[in-house]
């Protein structure tokens, strides 16, 4: 075999094309893979200033409503408990005097007729006492 320098050549020449168009095929995904990044990127920027900015500022406004809702309904809430605890009080108060006044007429009334019996009693002239005197306790 006699070495031929012209296949070999022709063997290096078609590895070499094949190795420039490998880089160029490379080079070319590469910008593709680029140009498909920017345009998902503008798409998604896109989308979100013109569906979800609008989107999250109607939230927004919707929590704001709700704290200011939340925050008066606390106060109206706060209110009416004092208001509650301060009428509660009025009528324990209220209970309290009706009570000791009612104690009071009805340990008159008691008096008034034990007072009356003891003058029938000693008109009548039964001086012998079946019960014992009654005591000042208070109670009815």
């Known amino acids: 075999m006699t070495p031929d320098l012209g296949t070999t050549n022709m063997w290096l020449a078609i590895m070499a094309i094949v190795s420039v168009l490998e880089a160029l095929l490379l080079i070319g995904i590469g910008v593709g893979g680029f140009l498909a990044y920017r345009r998902a990127t503008q798409l998604v920027s896109d989308l979100e200033s013109r569906q979800v900015a609008p989107l999250r500022e109607k939230v927004e406004a919707i929590l704001g409503d709700v704290k200011t809702v939340t925050a008066s309904v606390s106060q109206q809430t706060e209110r009416v408990n004092h208001a509650i ?10 209970a309290d005097r009706v ?24 008109v009548l002239g039964h001086d012998d006492r079946h019960e014992p005197p009654a005591t000042a306790t208070g109670r009815v």
Not at 87 to 93: L, N
Not at 104 to 122: E, L, P, T, W, Y
């Open 85 to 94: 605890s301060g009428t509660m009080e009025r009528v324990d108060d209220t």
């Open 99 to 122: 009570k000791g006044s009612v104690r009071d007429k009805m340990n008159q009334a008691v008096g008034m007729a034990r007072g009356i019996r003891a003058i029938v009693m000693s």
